[in-house]
């Protein structure tokens, strides 16, 4: 028997692993991992971790948990499947760096950077469709725009 912190935890990583369009599609992906779950369970699940939709590649509505603790730190890998998917231009001045997105999709590329532990960054504020990183002292915004850029396979 899964117990309800272990079944959102799939969620989660389930999320963060794959283009979820559906809470069908959910109940489904959590049944290939043993866990059998209803769509009204999967659906108070995805409202307690604060799930929102955005768009995704190819402007389809996918569930992404834009907030993970902050101690939480995700694999390089994801990070570049993230800004893979959703970043469209970088551009920098001085120590400011920002990000262009599709409507609805900043604050899950910004959490995503947050929670990538990027040293040469401190910090980002998420809007709608846009960015704005703080590099940290010592870093120029350049040099961080050239990297994310890289990261996200706009160059």
Same mark, same amino acid.
């Given at each position: 028997?899964?117990?309800?912190?272990?079944?959102?935890?799939?969620?989660?990583?389930?999320?963060?692993?794959?283009? @979820?369009?559906?809470?069908?599609?959910?109940?489904?992906?959590?049944?290939?991992?043993?866990?059998?779950?209803?769509?009204?369970?999967?659906?108070?699940?995805?409202?307690?971790?604060?799930?929102?939709?955005?768009?995704?590649s190819?402007?389809?509505?996918?569930?992404?948990?834009?907030?993970?603790?902050?101690?939480?730190?995700?694999?390089?890998?994801?990070?570049?499947?993230?800004?893979g998917?959703?970043? @469209?231009?970088?551009?920098?001045?001085?120590?400011?760096?920002?990000m262009?997105t599709?409507?609805?999709s900043?604050?899950?590329?910004?959490?995503?950077?947050?929670?990538?532990?990027?040293?040469?960054?401190?910090?980002?504020?998420?809007?709608?469709?846009?960015?704005?990183?703080?590099?940290?002292?010592?870093?120029?915004?350049?040099a961080?725009?050239?990297?994310?850029?890289?990261?996200?396979?706009?160059?």
């Open positions: 028997m899964t117990t309800k912190r272990q079944r959102q935890q799939v969620i989660v990583q389930l999320l963060a692993e794959q283009s @979820v369009r559906s809470q069908t599609q959910l109940v489904e992906l959590l049944g290939s991992e043993g866990i059998e779950t209803t769509q009204k369970t999967v659906s108070k699940d995805l409202d307690e971790l604060g799930s929102v939709t955005v768009r995704g190819g402007g389809k509505i996918i569930y992404a948990i834009p907030e993970l603790p902050s101690e939480q730190h995700l694999p390089e890998d994801h990070l570049k499947r993230v800004l998917e959703w970043v @469209v231009e970088v551009s920098s001045s001085g120590n400011i760096v920002i262009r599709p409507p609805g900043a604050h899950v590329v910004a959490s995503a950077i947050d929670r990538a532990g990027v040293d040469t960054i401190l910090g980002t504020v998420a809007g709608d469709d846009t960015i704005m990183i703080i590099t940290n002292e010592g870093s120029s915004g350049s961080v725009a050239d990297s994310l850029r890289k990261t996200a396979g706009l160059e």
